[in-house]
């Protein structure tokens, strides 16, 4: 145990001052940065310990813009999660049991959530990778530009395939394409927000009012047989092009999941134990 906790506190050492030169790099002050170290729980004298080992190359000349220091609590939440699950994998396969591992960390000074919580993530095969991970991503532009592609190729087969007028197909689709341009501006408001995952159900929900709206005003969709397939079709096509925008879109660090193929999957063993 006394190893561990050895071993521990210098990996946690070496975490630490990676993730100050990276938030150096980000922009912000040596300061802020060790304000919010010791904000989170890690003790001032290994804080300074740290900061001592940072040297004037580590500062870069032109700083970056600095990010809110309340997105810097958050990307350190994050930073110390990814810590821990290497932390564990490492000294798992030194042979330690994970109850012993736990203790070791929460009697360092780690919360027990923050330690249960990435157990829980290599049980799962899963690991928060803060600097490293990647993530598909398609800035919203471009994404608009499929979107009006695959909609127009849509209509395009269904006029074909139907026998009707590009004309009669393209109105009686205007509520799905209304959603996808009103999915889009939403979209671009809500950032990386994580209620982005809500945007395929606001564009099916957009689709079925603009429908209902088409059909108290127009009397070539009033005449059109099989109105319900039609707002069927029209939910299910605005449902699927909203989606591009939630699931191809810049997502935020806390979505940022990826699969280690380094880590291996350990049983909680913890679980059993009191």
């Known amino acids: 145990m006394q190893r561990m906790q050895q071993s521990d506190k210098s990996y946690i050492k070496d975490h630490l001052l990676d993730y100050m030169r990276y938030q150096l790099k980000q922009g ?3 300061s802020d940065i060790k304000h919010a170290l010791t904000k989170y729980g890690y003790h001032r004298n290994l804080v300074e310990e740290v900061a001592h080992n940072i ?3 580590d500062i870069p000349e032109k700083k970056a813009p600095a990010k809110p220091l309340a997105q810097m609590d958050k990307d350190l939440s994050l930073y110390v999660q990814g810590m821990l699950v290497d932390f564990i994998v490492k000294e798992s396969k ?3 049991e994970m109850p012993a591992i736990r203790k070791a960390l929460v009697n360092f000074g780690h919360h027990p959530k923050d330690v249960d919580s990435a157990i829980k993530s290599i049980s799962k ?4 990778d803060f600097q490293g991970s990647k993530v598909v991503q398609v800035h919203s532009p471009i994404l608009l530009a499929i979107a009006v592609l695959v909609f127009f190729m849509f209509t395009v087969f269904l006029s ?3 026998n009707a007028s590009i004309t009669t197909v393209l109105l009686s689709f205007m509520p799905a394409a ?3 341009f009103a999915v889009y501006f939403i979209g671009m408001l809500m950032g990386s927000s994580s209620y982005r995952q809500l945007l395929p159900l606001i564009g099916a929900g957009i689709a079925l009012a603009g429908f209902m709206i088409l059909l108290q005003t127009s009397a070539t969709v009033q005449r059109f047989p099989g109105t319900h397939v039609l707002l069927g079709l029209n939910i299910i096509l605005a449902f699927i092009l909203s989606a591009l925008f939630s699931f191809f879109s810049k ?3 806390e979505e940022i999941i990826v699969k280690a193929a380094k880590t291996e999957k350990i049983p909680l063993m913890y679980k059993s134990v009191r």
Do not use: D, N, W
């Open 28 to 30: 912000y002050e040596l």
């Open 251 to 253: 997502k935020s660090k």
């Open 160 to 162: 074909i395939s139907t």
């Open 94 to 96: 030194l042979g330690y």
């Open 178 to 180: 209304a959603s996808v």
């Open 125 to 128: 095969g899963e690991v928060v």
């Open 55 to 57: 040297s004037p190359g």
